[in-house]
């Protein structure tokens, strides 16, 4: 019994195979020939995170795909350099981290009480900036990454404003879609509920499924986020063993080593060879020789 079981499963699971190879395939003649940034963007994998965004619906696949390479040929989040945000990352409050978490996605640690800027527009860049890098050190065979949210030092008076808010949501959900895996906040105030409340309608359903709310004296809500956290590895800020210590010259140092592999990646290498060789010094703190 258990045999014929496992057997149709296995069936099942052929045949999910075989249907989304056939809509990657219809998506992919849908659009039409792509050149450029937009071929190499188009890979099986990001062909595939669009449909599943979409229910595996190719039209509605299609329109977002679509409106994706719209933004990027605009905003050109791949041509975005370190020293044009670093500024924004002095005091460590969106930061990549130095562990994975269980399943070998990338950490994004974001900090929003330690917001030290009020251009909302590079803030923004600062962000996507950060999630273009935590995309372009995914592991092999991992396609998304996890957030984790500190709260510490948080108000009112440090948050962003709700529109900004809702763009930042929309750039995540829309461009990004099947990138982001889970998002834990850790013990946001009582006084963000209010904010919570606004900024949640903004969220499409699996978005909003992602996002956890981890308070130290709810023991579900601890265990739920150690499961996907080793608690060596976890910073003591999120109720783990780790030190964090956000280094922003050592972190600047990182960041323009990762901008020269994503020149690479894009096939610009001049743009961030010059970049590297002495314009970075005064924004960063980190001598120009490190790029080279």
């Known amino acids: 019994m258990f045999s014929r079981w496992s057997n149709s499963h296995h069936k099942d699971k052929e045949n999910d195979s075989l249907q989304h190879e056939s809509k990657i395939k219809e998506l992919r003649a849908a659009l039409g020939p792509l050149s450029g940034r937009s071929l190499k963007y188009c890979t099986d994998a990001c062909v595939w995170r669009y449909l599943e965004a979409r229910n595996w619906n190719v039209d509605k696949s299609k329109k977002m795909l679509e ?21 924004e990352g002095e005091t460590g409050k969106v930061s990549r981290a130095n562990f994975h978490d269980r399943h070998g996605r990338t950490v994004l640690i974001l900090r929003p009480g330690k917001q030290n800027t009020t251009s909302l527009d590079n803030q923004l860049r600062h962000l996507v900036y950060l999630i273009e890098n935590a995309i372009l050190n995914l592991p092999e065979g991992q396609e998304q990454m996890a957030w984790l949210i500190d709260f510490t030092g948080w108000t009112l008076s440090t948050s962003v404003p709700i529109k900004s808010a809702r763009d930042t949501i929309n750039i995540l959900q829309n461009h990004y879609p099947e990138r982001l895996a889970i998002a834990f906040l850790y013990n946001p105030p009582r006084i963000f509920e ?30 739920l986020m150690r499961s996907y956290f080793d608690e060596e590895n976890l910073p003591t800020e999120f109720g783990g063993k780790a030190i964090l210590e956000y280094n922003h010259e050592e972190f600047s140092k990182q960041m323009i080593q990762d901008d020269i592999k994503s020149a690479n990646l894009w096939g610009f290498n001049d743009k961030v060879q010059s970049i590297g060789n002495g314009h970075c010094g005064s924004d960063v703190g980190v001598a120009p020789a490190a790029a080279s």
């Open 67 to 87: 409106e994706t390479l719209k933004w990027r040929s605009t905003y050109k989040p791949e041509e975005i350099r370190w020293r044009e945000v670093a500024v």
């Open 194 to 223: 209010a904010f919570w409340k606004i900024v949640k309608y903004f969220m499409d359903t699996k978005t909003f499924q992602k996002v956890k709310f981890v308070y130290p004296k709810n023991t579900d809500s601890v265990e």
